[in-house]
């Protein structure tokens, strides 16, 4: 196996224009079960980690939003300003495997896996972020909706480097819960991303492990801000509550697998989306 360590993202980027098909490592925690598993065999790969450029973040306070380099690992998400502007993506941060995994384990490599359970992203979805991409020539900006495309598939094509992702500063109260089969070191059984968007009124919910991708409650959350004027902080009734969880159940495409049965993530998300729910208004 050849493995090239460029120091800059130009350096980085030539490396891949001149083999698109190489393999690029970031923090290996994905990469590296695949290939201790044999089930990827990389002749040639791009090791990301000493690219600095990589690992910074931008806070853009003129329109609100923050740039999140791919190569920032989750430890520098879980406080600071990360935390401060986006505490949701903070919660599923801490959420993450062990304090190894968190160190290495990175935002890119969640992107670039494109797990359905990976926690970065129903935060990601439920703040419709975007990812940016990069090749030699040009640079792109996808919604993460179009990013994702079905079970550990992305629409990166060859060549191209994810650089970052951009989300919106919302100014409401926002949450991630998973559910796993034990409380730590664990891969979400189900996930739930609720963000309220207090300004224009609105409420956010992605699930995370229930389906082939990261699934957004749009029909769920449409209904709720006809139930209730969310640019107050409202109480939510128990009925409207039993309700919300259902719904979302119902938006949920879960299946059965070596990790849960798809009526028991459906009676999860029910719970968590609810949990959240009541949590936003309290
Ligand atoms: C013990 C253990 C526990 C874990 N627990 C969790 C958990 O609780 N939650 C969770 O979500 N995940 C978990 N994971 C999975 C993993 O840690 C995450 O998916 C992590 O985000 C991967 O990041 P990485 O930098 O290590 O990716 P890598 O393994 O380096 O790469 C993953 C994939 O992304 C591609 N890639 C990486 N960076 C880029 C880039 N900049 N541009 C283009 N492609 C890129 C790689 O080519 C590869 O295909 C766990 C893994 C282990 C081993």
Redesign the pocket.
């Known amino acids: 196996m050849s493995v090239q360590v460029p120091r800059t993202l130009d350096d ?1 980027l030539k490396a891949i224009a001149a083999n698109p098909s190489a ?12 290939i201790n598993f044999n089930h ?1 065999k990389p002749t040639d790969v791009i090791a ?1 980690r000493r690219v600095d450029e ?1 690992k910074s973040t931008q806070i853009d306070t003129k329109n609100m939003q923050i740039t999140i380099g ?2 920032l ?2 430890q520098m998400m879980e406080r600071g300003e990360i935390a401060e502007h986006v505490p949701a993506l903070a919660q ?1 941060a801490r ?4 304090p ?3 160190s ?12 359905p ?5 129903p935060v990601l979805s439920a703040l419709d972020a975007t990812v940016n ?1 990069q090749t030699q020539k040009a640079s792109r900006t996808v919604s993460i909706h179009d990013f994702m495309i079905g079970v550990k598939r992305n629409a ?1 094509m060859p060549g ?4 970052s992702t951009t989300l919106p500063i919302v100014s409401g109260w926002q949450g991630y819960a ?1 559910v ?1 089969v034990r409380n730590a ?4 059984v189900a996930s739930c991303c609720l963000v309220v968007d207090r300004i224009n009124g609105t409420i956010a919910v992605a699930l995370g492990a229930v389906g082939p991708t990261i699934i957004r409650c749009r029909e769920t959350e449409s209904w709720l801000a006809k139930q209730i004027d969310l640019r107050t902080n409202p109480t939510m009734p128990d009925n409207l509550l039993q309700e919300f969880g259902s719904r979302v159940a119902n938006e949920s495409k879960p299946i059965d697998d070596h990790r849960s049965t798809a009526a028991y993530r459906r009676h999860a998300v029910s719970t968590l989306s609810r949990r959240l729910l009541l949590r936003a208004h309290s």
């Open positions: 980085a393999q690029f490592i970031q923090g290996g925690t994905d990469l590296m079960v695949e990827r990301l990589l791919a190569g690992p989750y599923a959420t993450v495997g062990s190894q995994i968190r290495a384990g990175t935002i890119g490599g969640n992107l670039g896996t494109c797990s359970a990976g926690d970065a992203l991409l990166r191209e480097i994810i650089v998973k796993g070191m664990v891969i979400s």
